[in-house]
């Protein structure tokens, strides 16, 4: 055994204090920037399930799923701007949500459960925030909004560079550089971005917030 002391009496051994186990907090918020990796998955009547590649054609109908993946403790929020309508938030249901970056997170997150095209055909844009801290819900809308409205215009402006000149007597035929999965009106296709594409969104102002987007055309 192992002895204390000697002889005499002893000062009484003062016991440290006892520490609580900490209540479960947010993990930690890093310094920099997480960064964001985009993957479509899809069902199409011509090829069935598989993962999708830019330039492919999709038809109403078809399904598809989104998958992010970030390096580091994040807030992540998904939002799809249609052809019609105001862009919408399809993840999370309501509030923040933090993820760990452990592995993607699938939206919808049943796997039985996909996006499903409808008949409005045109441009859909998915745009993916994520941010070390929460977004504010105003500043959330306003990046989305803008965001949208950019993407929406980034198109046209391709559609009206890649039409002919001169009177045509038909429809404009999609060029190669639709073919090959230019975003433009007459393309039926799929194009993932980079950030530092010209097209891409705009940096928001909070340099913490990275934005991703990818955009569907579909008949």
Known sequence: GVSFGCGG????????????QPVQQPLPTPDKPPNV????DGISSSKGAHELEPGEV???????AVNVGVDQPSYVYVAVASAT???QFIF?????????GAKPVRIPA???KWIILDKQVGQEDVFVYASPKPIPSTELTNL??????????????????????????????????EDA???????????????????????????????????????
Do not use: W
């Not at 009496?9 to 609580?20: D, G, I, L, M, R």
């Not at 999709?58 to 598809?64: A, E, I, K, P």
């Not at 999370?92 to 760990?100: A, E, F, L, N, Y």
């Not at 909004?145 to 993407?151: G, I, L, M, R």
């Open 9 to 20: 009496p002893q000062k009484p051994v003062e016991q440290p204090p006892v520490t609580q």
């Open 37 to 40: 990796t985009l993957r479509l």
């Open 58 to 64: 999709l038809r109403s109908g078809d399904r598809m």
């Open 85 to 87: 309508g105001s862009p």
């Open 92 to 100: 999370p249901k309501s509030g923040d949500q933090q993820i760990d």
């Open 110 to 112: 049943n796997p039985e």
């Open 144 to 177: 989305v909004t803008a965001d949208a409205a950019a993407a929406k215009k980034a198109a046209a402006k391709r559609a009206s560079k890649a039409a002919p000149t001169g009177p045509a007597k038909t429809k404009p035929a999609k060029t190669k550089a």
């Open 181 to 219: 999965g230019a975003l433009s009106a007459g393309s039926r296709g799929v194009q993932i971005e980079s950030d530092d594409s010209d097209e891409a969104p705009p940096t928001p102002g909070n340099p913490n917030i990275v934005v991703k987007r990818f955009s569907v055309i579909h008949k």
